[in-house]
């Protein structure tokens, strides 16, 4: 059962539908349909209204594009001859202003040349007067159908273009799934986010996937390394500078904040900057306003990733680094696991390293070899075990890599066979010495970092802080 419910809006008609059985609602499709005849038009808003469709209709041309204006139909169906504005008239202004909807026009027979004039200007398909209500609802539908494939077609595009590549980011870890899952939550945004992790544990590839997967993906993805940069120059290489700005300074630079305009820049081993240029820092964070060397200010667009290798908070405790930056870097935190902490993803790792060099079966690992590779700490982490693969296969004679084949310090660290947390020679050994031993251990494997190194060996950071000082013991 169904009520036609005719309600005025403006100086159009809207005819809706009220179904008795209370039916789960569909996505409304609307029609706007434009005739000066009135018996016609009552005719086709009732097959309209019957087969589902939500009718506005005109009795004129005028009429119609106001009704088109307020309710924005998908689909409109226009007579081509009417008094006034005719449907030519009608095809060419919804078209001009909104490309996307589909416009139907109806024509008598004699004027099937018209329709066909229309088509040429832009009309999706025409109906010839008498139609029947069958020919008039496939139209439609077809219609509908082809704004849905659209549509699903647009959407599709759009996952396309922000789709997360973790291709060169491998891991089966719980900690690695567990960041890959922060990425996609996170790329979207326009949240800054802090990258911490030993060096060689990806924090770059992180940042490129964050990139990608949002927004801001076709802009540029601007990196630069804060401490393989003099102090002296790095303002310059951030900011830019003017010709004449300083000595030396013979012509303009863009810096990177106005590179990368847009898009996105990368700052790389960001606990390095020298104190004096973080101020600077945080004033453009706030304001995305630039001011190069001898210029003047400029406004920047920049999604802002940070990333290092130190513990920032032993910074800001030390005075090496501000607090308030570190808080406006780290929204979205992101802390790397080192990869002696998910020894479960070096298989796999192992085999993008031999996909990437094209090396495929050319290369096999006994056990033993894979065994001590999967023992062996990694203070370098993926990098280190990439260029180890690399190496074994450079120099691989097609037999089978065993442990021989393996660098000297990964078989004479690796603890395949040791029942034991120490090994103590028979002659005896000195305890200090040994204390001594795991603290420099712990340090060097944790890239020096003390709270690390201090989780790492289960004592209090102040206890390792003691030994550290009671052994004078200093990064090489």
Request: proline share 5%; charged share 25%.
């Amino acid at each position: 059962m169904c009520e036609f419910i005719n309600e005025k809006k403006g100086n159009y008609i809207v005819m809706s539908v009220e179904r008795s059985n209370r039916q789960k609602a569909k996505p409304t499709r609307k029609v706007l349909l434009i005739d000066d005849d009135a018996s016609l038009r009552r005719v086709t808003e009732y097959s309209l209204h019957s087969s589902g469709f939500h009718v506005l209709s005109a009795a004129d041309g005028k009429q119609g594009l106001t009704a088109f204006q307020a309710d924005h139909p998908q689909v409109v169906i226009t007579d081509i001859q009417m008094p006034g504005m005719s449907g030519y008239e009608v095809l060419q202004q919804i078209k001009a202003e909104h490309p996307e909807t589909l416009v139907i026009v109806i024509t008598a027979y004699s004027s099937v040349e018209k329709a066909v004039e229309a088509m040429k200007q832009g009309a999706y398909d025409y109906l010839v007067k008498p139609f029947s209500r069958d020919e008039l609802i496939l139209v439609v539908e077809k219609a509908f159908n082809l704004l849905g494939l659209q549509e699903e077609n647009h959407r599709l595009k759009g996952e396309l273009e922000h789709h997360l590549d973790f291709s060169h980011m491998v891991g089966i870890s719980d900690g690695m799934q567990g960041i890959f899952e922060i990425v996609r939550r996170v790329a979207p945004t326009e949240a800054s986010v802090l990258i911490t992790g030993e060096s060689g544990t990806g924090k770059e590839l992180i940042a490129r996937a964050i990139h990608q997967g949002g927004g801001r993906s076709k802009e540029p993805f601007i990196a630069i390394n804060c401490a393989a940069i003099p102090a002296n120059l790095l303002e310059s290489e951030l900011f830019g500078h003017v010709r004449g700005a300083f000595t030396g300074a013979v012509h303009d630079r863009v810096g990177k904040f106005e590179q990368a305009d847009g898009g996105t820049l990368f700052l790389d081993e960001i606990g390095e900057m020298p104190m004096e240029l973080q101020p600077k820092l945080l004033r453009v964070l706030q304001e995305m306003e630039v001011e190069p060397l001898g210029g003047k200010v400029r406004s920047v667009n920049v999604r802002i990733i940070a990333a290092t290798n130190q513990d920032v908070e032993v910074a800001i405790e030390e005075g090496r680094f501000r607090e308030d930056l570190y808080y406006r870097l780290s929204v979205i935190p992101i802390e790397l696991p080192p990869l002696r902490r998910r020894a479960e993803d070096i298989p796999l790792l192992i085999e993008h390293s031999l996909k990437r060099l094209k090396a495929g079966d050319k290369v096999n690992f006994t056990d033993a070899a894979l065994d001590c590779l999967l023992t062996y700490h990694w203070p370098g982490n993926v990098r280190e075990l990439q260029n180890t693969v690399e190496r074994m296969v450079v120099l691989n004679r097609g037999e089978p890599i065993d442990l021989h084949h393996l660098p000297a310090k990964l078989r004479s660290t690796s603890y395949q066979s040791r029942n034991h947390v120490v090994e103590l020679p028979p002659e005896g050994y000195s305890l200090e010495a040994i204390e001594r031993e795991v603290v420099v251990q712990a340090l060097e494997r944790n890239g020096w970092n003390k709270t690390q190194a201090a989780n790492f060996l289960q004592m209090p950071r102040h206890t390792l802080l003691y030994r550290i000082e009671k052994y004078d013991i200093n990064k090489p």
